[in-house]
């Protein structure tokens, strides 16, 4: 299988938060799937989400690093959360590694904020953030591609919102 990681990561465009996505996410793997070598392909197709983070086992070290960012972020939500419902929080808590301050600050703006989808604008912002300094240093490798189809995934759920329907979307957040 070839390895072409300079010509297709100089061939994808350039991603910024709140652009339309280029592509989607699938045809983003089709790309991949003719430069990159078989075993570097299945681990970027099937890139733990949120669901599956607890799922155990090795895994690569962007990845990983990845995961244990978006928990730390997601348990701080929780405590947040749970703190408003007076709720014990570590039932819902989730083992994460991730260690830094500056999650509170971001969870906490989010949270106070009155609208939904400028809350969940804050959160991905930060996510953002956090894939931007995961690609620091990597340039044409599969870490790039990796923090790539994070990013993507975050356009491709905000596109998901801005073509839906608005009254479906109020109907689902109020039943959660």
């Known amino acids: 299988m070839p390895n072409f990681y300079v010509y297709l990561i100089a061939s994808l465009p350039m991603l910024h938060l709140g652009m339309k996505p280029p592509f989607s996410y699938e045809r ?3 790309l991949c799937r003719q430069f ?4 570097d392909f299945q681990l970027l197709s099937t890139l733990p989400q949120p669901e599956h ?4 086992g090795k895994r690569h070290q962007i990845i990983q690093k990845w995961v244990e960012f978006d928990v730390a972020l997601r348990n701080d939500l929780v405590k947040i959360r ?15 590694g991730y260690s830094s301050l500056s999650l509170a600050p ?6 106070m904020n009155p609208s ?3 809350a969940e604008k804050t959160l991905d912002e930060a996510r953002w953030r956090a894939l931007e300094e995961l690609a620091t240093g990597h340039y044409f490798d599969l870490d790039l591609l990796i ?3 994070y990013k993507l995934l975050i356009l491709q759920r905000w596109e998901n919102i801005r073509s839906a329907d608005g009254t479906i979307l109020l109907e689902q957040a109020l039943q959660h």
Do not use: G, N, W
């Open 82 to 96: 749970a703190s408003r419902k007076h709720v014990e929080p570590a039932t819902y808590l989730r083992p994460d």
């Open 36 to 39: 990159i070598p078989e075993k």
């Open 28 to 30: 983003f793997l089709e």
């Open 116 to 118: 939904i989808l400028d």
């Open 53 to 56: 983070y607890i799922t155990k």
């Open 147 to 149: 923090t790539y189809a």
């Open 106 to 111: 971001v969870v906490m703006a989010a949270t």
